[in-house]
Every structure is written in structure tokens, then in C-alpha cells.
């Protein structure tokens, strides 16, 4: 899950990309309307978490600047003005949710959660293939019912490919999942990753379509 | 408490009460010489009828004629006859035996038995007789006092009714003034919608003018309030949201570096915090205080220093003095000259790159700090002073009221903040003036 947080104030902003990084989410953090723009068109999120007082502007401007454009990436707005007709105007721009601050970080991780996954056209809280299921919740999978340990990274590139059964990912949008900008992209990670992957879970879950990428086979 | 209607009601009373007693008394005077008009020409006229009767020398009369038959006013005139010689030829039923009035001829006043008499006389020296007609006084007074006591009877009655009529008046013409103090009674402490003007009165419209007047005032000063607590609970729920989420980030962390990581941002926002609630307590405290005299002088050197020390200087920024400060002499009083400078200074910290130092100089007529930071966009400049206004080039750690309690002290020390970028290189030069 990769998530693009926009917040001004430093140390907010470092607890959102930690907090949201301890629950399994990869965290693109800028703190302006105008480095929010470049990053909205730079890369796909699959949840935006805006705040709505920024040096250079409104949140609400930007929000309805991506409505307008027809970019229908998940927005939940963080702010601490959070009387009822705030909330009403945010979720009329084209907010998804909004959470008021100060915000219980597990909650703020749940939404995000639950927008990504309306974002990406499921209601149900787990990732399912075969006998493979996902809870994007607890960071944990299992196997025909049997648990599973895998990493923070592991379980980041499995759900990449789980979202979208069939559908075949390639090695370059695993890697933008697992990494922010800041981060170093170590070269061969994603095959490393899906290798112990099959060691994991089993061999039958992931398909290589040569010179494409990977995929999870949709359930029959 | 006194009461508008009792005070117009009495003042009409007595106004109209008043009105109608110099009218009595200027009926009772003209009645009274109107009468006494009538009355002596009818003396004279009575006197000129006895005469007439009266033969030359030998008179038949009746020495004692005998009385009228009374009415009210009976045995008022009486006659007398005299001789010449002063013997008392003949006189009326009820006249008195001394002579009614002066020997000689025309009115006179005289008190005989103790009784005012009103006299016409008339001196024949051919008939040899003297007439005397006369009045008691005290009958013509008792005619004026009964035509008087006729007059101010009905008037007696009037007054109730006419004390009736206004006192209906009163009430019906303060009718407006009652609905407003309906309209405003039945209002709650929110409601602060202006008096409708168009249905009052010309003479109510300036109260009601002066009282909506009041009301935008006060709405104002509430709305201003509201904004103010708004901004402030708003500047201060980010700190907390991040002082929560690091705290539960330290308590879910499961290695030592992401712990102390999150644990040294608490240190750090926590003070920030402090600072920004310091801050807001120095506004608010600006805000409430009336202006001070301003009579005691402040050395300017020694007093940057004290700032210097208190404001947490990162390490690698340096702060210079300007040497003239030290015979730099401010007025104002030590604790808000204090203020000014330290935010200020901390302003200008706060944009410091590392390595550089701000420098405190002196001016003709105020002193300044210059920064080396990247200075305030000019179409910022205006809106700096505004609370909580961070522009483009904010520093991590401000709060947006420090430029914004500078300028509001110094306007209290009768000085004012000046900023504008520094020419030769980045940075913002921040002056505190007299004029």
C-alpha cells in the first residue's frame, strides 16, 4: 500500500510516514500543495492523507484540483479544524473521509486502509486467492488456514500482486510499492522477495509471465 | 428605578396644573377689578338717585328707610343723608350711624364698627346735603371669591380626568419603547441580530440606532474572539496529533532507534508546544492590557544579552552585538521591550541557515536584527504581522504569532516593527522604530 501523506508540520509528518509504515504502508511524505501536484502526477498512490492548511495553500484546492482531473486516487483529510460544516465541505470536495486531530493512529491507519481497498474496488477487509488469504490489517497471511510469517517487504509485494488477481504487475510498480523516494531501490529485490515468497507460501501462487512481471492467479 | 412614564406624567401634570393656576389667578385679578368697575359705577349711580330724590333744604325722607328684603347679597349698599352741619338727615335699613365715608365728594375707604365700606359721596352746597352710598367690602370680596369658586369647581373635576387622559396617552405613546424592551428582553446572549429601525419612532431610532451599533461591536469582538480561540485550538491540535502519534509510534515500536527516535520528537515538539503556549498567553496578555505610561528606560545592550541567553541559539548559528547598543538607551517598560526583542531574535534564529550569525545594530532612532535567512517574499511582507500568517519561507519550528506579538508590543511602547529583505544579500532586516 503506498500512500502519499501531505503535512507541514515536521514532526506530524514523521510520525504519520513511521506510524503508517509500522502498519505495512510505504509513505511518500511533502509538505506542500505545489510538491503534492508533482507526486499526484509522478506515481500512483493507493491513498492520499492531506492536510488542509499548507504553507502554499488550501488542501481543499488541491482536492478539488484532483477531483477535477478526474483522479479518483482515495483522499482522507486531516485536520484540526474538525467542526461539523468543515467536515461537510471536505467530504463535498471529493474527500473520502476525514479524521480531526489530534487522531489515534490506529485509526488513521484502519481509514486508510478502508479507502485504499474501496480505491481499489473491494469491500472485504482480506486479500483473497485460492487458498491464500491477506489481512492488510494485522500484516498477516496464512495458508489453507495455516499461518505464514513474512516480512514487512514480502507481505508489501504479495498484496501488490493480490489486489488484482490475474492481472499481471510489473517488476517497476512492485518496486514503487515497496519504496518511497527517499528510499534506496536495492536492484533484484523484487525477485529475491518473490523467491522467498514461493518458499513461503507455496510455488502454485505466483506465475513469472516472462518479460512482463508477476501475477497471482485468479482463483478458479 | 425610575419610571419614564411616572416622570413625563407628573411633569405633565404639574406643567398643566401650573398653566391652570395662572389662569385662575389671572381670572380671579381681571374678574375682581371688572367687578369693582361695575360695582362703584353702580355706587355712583346710586348715589346720583338719592341725590336726585333729595329736595333742596327740607328733606321728606324717612329718617330710617326701612330694610330690604334679603338675598345673599342683601343690605349690601347702604345710603346716608347728611347736612352740611354733619347732622344725620336720613339713612338706609342696616347703614351705620357714623358717616360711611370721607366729606368729601367722590370714593373714599373707611372702616366704620369695624367693617370696610366702599363710599360715593356727593356735596350739594345748593341743597345743603351731603350723600354718601356705600358697599361692604367684604361683600364684594365674597362676590369675586364665589364667581372664582364657580370658575374652579368643573376645574377640580377636570384634573382626575384629564391625569386619566394622559397618563393613556403616556402609555400608548411609549408603546414602541416598551416593544423594544420586549424584543431585547426575549432574546438570548447569542442573539445578536440588529433592532429592526423601520417600525420605530424618529425619537426611539437613535437609541435603537445606538444599541444595534453596540450589538456589531460586541459581535465583532465575539467573532474576532472565536477566530482567535479557533486559530489558536487549531495551532495547537497539530502539535498534539504529532506528540500522539509519536507517542503511540515509541509504545508500538519494536527496535530501540524507532523508539528514541520517536521518544527525542516528543522532547522536541513538547518544547515547541510550550513555546507556541507561551506565545498565545503573551498575546492574549497584550491584548487585555491597556496601554502604559511609558517613563522608564531600558539599556539595550544588556538586555539583548539577557534575550540571547534565554533563546535556545542552535550551534553552529552565531549572534553578534553591535557595541553602540550598550549606550543604546530604550524607553518602555523592561518586560515588554523584552518581548519585542526576543521574538525577534528568535525570528531571526529561526531562519538562520547553519553557519551563519544574525547581527544586532543600532539605529538613529530604534535598533534592528538582520538575519541571513531567505528573507520574506515582498508580497508577504504586509501579512507577516498577521496572527499565525507563515509564509513561503516559514522555519520549521514557528508558530506564525511571533512577528504578530512584536509588532503588537511595540505599538504598545509607542514604537513600531519595520521589515524589509536586505539588499546586498538574502536575509531579513527587522527594525524596531520611534518615530
Redesign the interface.
Known amino acids: 500500500m503506498r500512500i502519499l501523506v501531505v503535512e507541514d508540520d515536521p514532526i506530524l509528518m514523521d510520525g504519520l510516514k513511521v506510524g503508517l509504515g509500522l502498519a505495512g504502508a510505504t509513505v511518500d511524505d511533502v509538505a506542500t500543495c505545489a510538491d503534492a501536484r508533482a507526486a499526484l502526477a509522478a506515481s500512483r498512490f493507493d491513498a492520499v492523507v492531506l492536510d488542509l492548511m499548507l504553507p502554499d495553500g488550501s488542501g481543499l484546492d488541491l482536492l478539488a484540483a484532483m477531483r477535477a482531473r478526474d483522479d479518483a486516487t482515495p483522499v482522507l483529510l486531516l485536520t484540526a479544524l474538525d467542526e461539523a460544516p468543515d467536515r461537510v465541505r471536505g467530504l463535498d470536495a471529493g474527500a473520502d473521509d476525514y479524521l480531526g486531530k489530534p487522531f489515534d493512529l490506529d485509526e488513521l491507519a484502519a481509514r486508510v486502509r478502508a479507502i485504499a481497498r474501496r480505491g481499489q474496488g473491494r469491500a472485504g477487509p482480506v486479500l483473497k486467492a485460492g487458498g491464500l488469504v491477506l489481512d492488510p490489517a494485522t500484516l498477516s497471511a496464512t495458508v489453507e488456514g495455516r499461518p505464514v510469517g513474512l516480512s514487512r517487504r514480502e507481505f508489501a509485494v504479495l498484496a501488490a500482486l493480490m489486489e488484482r488477481p490475474g492481472v499481471i504487475r510489473s517488476k517497476a510498480e512492485i518496486e514503487e510499492r515497496l519504496y518511497g523516494w527517499q528510499e534506496e531501490v536495492e536492484s533484484n529485490t523484487v525477485e529475491v522477495h518473490i523467491h522467498n515468497l514461493r518458499v513461503k507460501v507455496g510455488r502454485q501462487f505466483i506465475e513469472t509471465v516472462r518479460g512482463l512481471g508477476y501475477r497471482v492467479r485468479r482463483p478458479a | 428605578m425610575t419610571s419614564l412614564r411616572r416622570r413625563l406624567f407628573l411633569i405633565l401634570i404639574a406643567a398643566t396644573g401650573a398653566i391652570w393656576l395662572c389662569a385662575v389667578g389671572w381670572i380671579y385679578l381681571s374678574s375682581r377689578s371688572e367687578l369693582e368697575h361695575v360695582l362703584d359705577a353702580r355706587l355712583q349711580e346710586a348715589a346720583r338717585m338719592v341725590h336726585s330724590l333729595v329736595a333742596g333744604g327740607n328733606i321728606a325722607a324717612t329718617p330710617l328707610a326701612a330694610e330690604v328684603p334679603g338675598t345673599t347679597y342683601e343690605r349690601q349698599l347702604s345710603c346716608q343723608i347728611w347736612s352740611l352741619d354733619g347732622r344725620l338727615v336720613a339713612r338706609s335699613g342696616g347703614a351705620p350711624e357714623e358717616a360711611l365715608g370721607d366729606p368729601a365728594e367722590g370714593y373714599s375707604e373707611r372702616t366704620v364698627n369695624g367693617e370696610p365700606w366702599r363710599v360715593y359721596t356727593i356735596l350739594d352746597t345748593e341743597k345743603g346735603v351731603r350723600v354718601m352710598v356705600g358697599d361692604r367690602i367684604g361683600l364684594r370680596d365674597r362676590l369675586v371669591r364665589d364667581l372664582v369658586a364657580g370658575l374652579l369647581a368643573p376645574l377640580f373635576l377636570v384634573v382626575p380626568l384629564l391625569g386619566v387622559l394622559i397618563w393613556m396617552s403616556l402609555w400608548r405613546g411609549l408603546k414602541p419603547l416598551n416593544a423594544v424592551a420586549r424584543d431585547l428582553m426575549g432574546r438570548d446572549a447569542e442573539d445578536m441580530r440588529p433592532l429592526a429601525p423601520a417600525e420605530a419612532p424618529a425619537e426611539v431610532r437613535p437609541l435603537i440606532d445606538a444599541i444595534n451599533g453596540l450589538f456589531a461591536k460586541v459581535e465583532a469582538a465575539r467573532r474576532h474572539e472565536r477566530d482567535v480561540t479557533?486559530f489558536a485550538?487549531?495551532?495547537l491540535?497539530?502539535?498534539?496529533?504529532?506528540?500522539?502519534?509519536?507517542a503511540?509510534?515509541a509504545l508500538?515500536?519494536g527496535d530501540a532507534a524507532?523508539r528514541d527516535?520517536?521518544l527525542r520528537?516528543i522532547l522536541?515538539?513538547v518544547d515547541?508546544t510550550a513555546r507556541l503556549v507561551r506565545q498565545l498567553l503573551a498575546l492574549a496578555k497584550l491584548e487585555a492590557s491597556a496601554p502604559l505610561a511609558l517613563k522608564a528606560e531600558v539599556e539595550a545592550g544588556a538586555l539583548l544579552r539577557e534575550v540571547a541567553q534565554l533563546s535556545a541559539v542552535p550551534a553552529r548559528i552565531g549572534v553578534s552585538l553591535d557595541p553602540a547598543l550598550d549606550a543604546l538607551r530604550l524607553k518602555g517598560d523592561r518586560e515588554t521591550l523584552h518581548l519585542v526583542l526576543r521574538n525577534l531574535h528568535e525570528n531571526a534564529i529561526e531562519h538562520m541557515p547553519e553557519g551563519g550569525s544574525i547581527i544586532w545594530r543600532r539605529l538613529p532612532n530604534g535598533l534592528c536584527v538582520e538575519d541571513e535567512g531567505p528573507g520574506i517574499p515582498e508580497e508577504e511582507l504586509p501579512r507577516v504581522t498577521e496572527r499565525f500568517f507563515?509564509?513561503?519561507n516559514?522555519s520549521?519550528s514557528g508558530s506564525g504569532l511571533g512577528l504578530t506579538i512584536a509588532s503588537m508590543a511595540a505599538r504598545r511602547l509607542g514604537a513600531r516593527i519595520e521589515l524589509e529583505n536586505r539588499e546586498a544579500r538574502p536575509g531579513l532586516r527587522a527594525a524596531l522604530m520611534w518615530s
Open positions: 479557533a485550538a487549531h495551532e491540535r497539530t502539535p498534539l496529533a504529532g506528540l500522539k502519534t509519536q503511540q509510534i508500538a515500536a524507532t527516535g520517536a520528537r522536541v515538539s515547541r507563515r509564509g513561503r516559514k520549521a
